[in-house]
């Protein structure tokens, strides 16, 4: 039976027209391993600014778990991305609270353009990061500092990680299990949610 107090949270963070994609493919592979290993010790939620729910890119609509305010301590937080989180890059409120998590979760991750709001919070000063194909260029922008990783899928900086857009996520959430939990917990996590891609065109 798993001790509750000790269990390291994930927290998934949603913003007005989040990417789909972006939240909920970490979610899928995160959740499932959660769930069907408590025994690992994690457990994952999505946090919105008030709690409330959110309106996606397209159309989807998503109830977070948690406000800011309201989260438990995060051990791991995933930051995605989509056309929302440009207004973030100048919104103090998203940018401090991000710093703020710097300073106390162990992994910082980002899907996409969730990169491009961990550059302009200065979390990315001189490290390696990626981001959507489209967004490079603006990251470099933003911090001319970064290492921008231009052929990667997933970029693993030790406590941060970056992704590429979109079903990028999935692999660098993967990838994240492997990390905390093993490459073959891994495996069953990829197996359980039968990604295994053959794109068909």
């Not at 778990?65 to 100048?90: C, K, M, Q, T």
């Not at 990315?124 to 490079?136: C, D, E, F, Q, V």
């Not at 997933?154 to 490459?183: E, K, N, P, Q, Y």
Request: charged residues 25%; negative net charge.
């Amino acid at each position: 039976m798993t001790d509750n107090s000790a269990t390291k949270q994930i927290g998934i963070v949603l913003f007005p027209d989040v990417e789909e994609l972006d939240a909920v493919g970490p979610w899928e592979v995160l959740s499932f391993w959660t769930h069907r290993f408590p025994e690992d010790g994690y457990a994952v939620s999505c946090l919105s600014k008030d709690g409330g729910p959110v309106a996606c890119a397209k159309g989807l609509t998503i109830q977070a778990h948690h406000s800011f305010d309201d989260a438990p301590p995060l051990e791991v937080v995933v930051f995605p991305g989509g056309r929302g989180a440009r207004p973030l890059l100048n919104d103090d409120t998203y940018l401090d609270w991000v710093r703020r998590q710097r300073t106390t979760a162990t992994i910082m991750t980002s899907v996409c353009t969730g990169s491009l709001v961990y550059a302009a919070a200065g979390l990315l000063k001189g490290r390696p990061a990626t981001s959507h194909w489209g967004s490079l260029d603006r990251l470099a922008e933003i911090d001319a500092t970064v290492d921008v990783r231009r052929d990667e899928r997933f970029v693993d900086d030790g406590d941060v990680v970056t992704s590429a857009g979109v079903s990028a996520g999935i692999d660098m959430a993967l990838h994240l299990v492997a990390r905390l939990a093993g490459v073959d917990r891994a495996r069953e996590v990829r197996r359980g949610i039968q990604y295994d891609p053959e794109p068909p065109v």
